[in-house]
Structures are given as structure tokens and as C-alpha cells.
DNA sequence: ATTTATACGGCGGCAGCCTCCGTTTATCAA
DNA sequence: TTGATAAACGGAGGCTGCCGCCGTATAAAT
């Protein structure tokens, strides 16, 4: 038997209960930045000017704070696939997006754990995210072997798992370098023709 | 001014010194393994029947601890390497290091943190990790490149991030299989005669 | 203005971190 | 053997973070 769906609440979502919402994952968003992803709850909803009892309502684990900081960066990474996809040619398209995706990594350099459950996890929080990105790239990864640049009788998760390799790194000079080799090599490998 | 090299001591090192602290490795290693890097120190200690206090004069803190569990696993490969050398040509050597290389990270799961200052890493307790570890696949990428069968213009550590990526997923059905995709992925992107 | 569903804040119990120091013990010299 | 003594042991204690719980405050509805 099938609840409310949209459950018509009697009431509107108070306007201080969504402010405070978005202000936790800014504070948050920063705060794992820095420190890496056991950053004190309590410090950052003491930086948000609240109450860790707040914190807690709106994000009942560390890990449903986190998803909620991933859902946004995703968002942006789906958004661009569309973007690149008009812009450039399928191949350049892919290796920007995979470029794109290397830096989107490397903000999250504390955070490898969650990464797992990110990139083709099935645990119910982290899969609709995953699906996201996995969908956005596909029809990237589709774009380019339609015109024969490359075959692709890999899945495509292992890419972003090869590429997640490098977001544990410390970010020093090489680490850039290294991660565009890294997305080239991989293509070099996908390239068509070298049997 | 060097101090005393091997600065004889006036005693012997201790005999419960040693075996303790062999104990504490071999508990903390499995803790590791099954509960991540953020497994309970007082846990392990109480496991391996000794104090929170002989845990912590042994290693002073967690790192030095993870560090001397990967201490251990890095000189099993670094001996890998030679006797795959001996065993298999050249390029089935290197393949078969790598795959040995996923098994190593999969028991790291939880530790990927720590992954990014041994693969490559420059702080000074890692670095002679890495290095040793480096240098094996320096032969063994060598090797394979001496008889032509591959290119080798970039640098091996490389290969490693990217393979280092897997270790931050869930072991389910699927892992090995992407694995193993993988290092086989990588090294069609080195094999010659595709340009 | 009153009602009432929501949101807020922080106290308190618990667990893990790590330091410090009094006690115990393995080695060495006599 | 028998001290002497450097080295190792163990755990209490101070601190911080986790998170459930509930009394208080307030935005929306009437």
C-alpha cells in the first residue's frame, strides 16, 4: 500500500530549517576540504554559528553529510558532460570530461573511502549518484566509439576506478602531470587499431 | 658529525620487547583488514593481551604502526619480483607482479589514506617504502622494455596510481574481474606497434 | 493573538586518543 | 647466584569527538 507520495504536508518547510541545511554543507564542504573526512561534526556546526544537535537532525550520519556534498559536485560533473559533449569532437569530449573528473578528485583527497561507494556502489544512499555519473559518462564513452575512434569492451566504471587511483596522492607538483598521462595512457589503450 | 652507526648497545634488546611488538603487528594487521584503518588502537592492544601503553611506546602513533604492517608486505613483494623474474619472460613477469600488486591493495582496503604516501610518497617515513617498491617494478618494466615488447615512456609509478584506484572498492563479485581488466588495459596502452 | 508543528541547542553518557609514571622484569656484572 | 639497572609493561586520567534525547524557541497556520 502505497504512501502519500508527495505527502501534502499541512505545513511549508520553515525557511529557517533549509537555510541552516545549506549553510551546514558549506561549512562542511570546507571543512573536509581541509581537514580530510574526519573532520569534527561538532567543529563544523560550530563554524555555522549551530547547535551539533542541529547538525545531527539535518544529517543523521557523517556519511549522509558527505553524500550530500557529493550529490552537488555531481550535479556539476553531469552538467558538463552535456556542455562538452556540444563543444568539442567525442574523443576530446571524453578526455576533457576525464580531465574534468581528475580534478573533481582531487578537492576530495581526504574523502577515498566514500569514493568506493561513489564510483559503482550499491550501498541505497551512494547508488543514485553513481548511476548519474556512470550514465553521463556512457553516453560520452557511446559518442566516441560510434565514430570509430575507439573500441570499448570495458566497462566504463573501471576508467573513473583507474582514474580514483591517483585522487589518494598528495597533490604536489607532479601530481597533475601524472594524472593527464594517466587519462592518456588509458585512451591509448582504448584506441582502435592496435589490435 | 655522524653519531655511532651501529651504536653498540650495552645491553641486548629485549626478548618480550621484540615478541610484543611482533604481536602487536600481527593483531593490528588484521584489526586493519577488517574493520579499516580507523579500527580501535585500544582494541588491538586489548586483543593481543598487552596495554594501551606498551601499544603506544612501540608505535607512537597510528601511522607508525600502518607503516610497519606495510613495511612487512613491501619486502614480499619486492622479493616477488625477483623470483617472477626468474620464472617468466619478461612480460609475463610484469603482468603477473601487477595482479600480485592488486592483492597486496586488497587487503588494504581501509587504508587508502596511506596508500598515497607509499606509492610515490615523499614523507620521510614512507619514502624508503616506496622507493624499494619502485625499484622492483624498475627492473621488471626494464626487463620487459629490453626485449622490445613494450615502450616505456612513462613513469612506472603511474601505473601503480592507477591500479592503486581499485583499492578503494567494495571486494564484491565484480572486483577481481575489473582488476584484472585493468592492469590488462594498461598494458595494451604500453604494448608497441600501436603508436 | 493563539495554536501547533518544526526547528534549535546543548547536556550527558560513552568510546577512543595519547601522556605520564609507578611497577615489573630481562639482561648483565660481580 | 645475586644484585643492579636499563628496558618494558600496564592502565589511570585528561581530553575530544560521537550522537541520543528533550526542554525551549519560533515560523507558519488559524
Redesign the pocket.
Known amino acids: 500500500m502505497a504512501k502519500d507520495s508527495p505527502s501534502p ?9 533549509e ?3 545549506a549553510l551546514l554543507i558549506e561549512f562542511a564542504k570546507r571543512a573536509f576540504a581541509e581537514r580530510g573526512a ?6 563544523i556546526a560550530r563554524d555555522a ?6 547538525l ?3 544529517f ?3 556519511d549522509v553529510l558527505i553524500e550530500a556534498i557529493y550529490r552537488q559536485e555531481t550535479d556539476a560533473l553531469v552538467d558538463a558532460a552535456t556542455r562538452l559533449q556540444s563543444a568539442h569532437p567525442p574523443v576530446a569530449a571524453l578526455r576533457e570530461w576525464l580531465l574534468l573528473f581528475v580534478d573533481f578528485l582531487a578537492v576530495k583527497k581526504g574523502m577515498a573511502e566514500v569514493l568506493g561507494t561513489l564510483i559503482g556502489g550499491t550501498d541505497s544512499l551512494a547508488s543514485d549518484a553513481s548511476v548519474r555519473v556512470t550514465a553521463a559518462l556512457d553516453r560520452l564513452a557511446n559518442a566516441a566509439s560510434a565514430t570509430g575512434d575507439i573500441r570499448w569492451d570495458i566497462s566504463p566504471v573501471d576508467l573513473l576506478r583507474a582514474i580514483g587511483g591517483i585522487a589518494n596522492l598528495n597533490p604536489d607538483d607532479e601530481w597533475r602531470a601524472s594524472a593527464i598521462r594517466m587519462v592518456d595512457l588509458l585512451l591509448g589503450g582504448l584506441r582502435v587499431g592496435h589490435r
Open positions: 504536508p499541512r505545513r511549508k518547510a520553515r525557511a529557517d530549517g537555510r541552516n541545511r574526519s573532520a569534527s561534526l561538532e567543529q554559528g549551530l547547535g551539533i544537535g542541529t545531527y537532525r539535518h543523521p550520519s557523517r
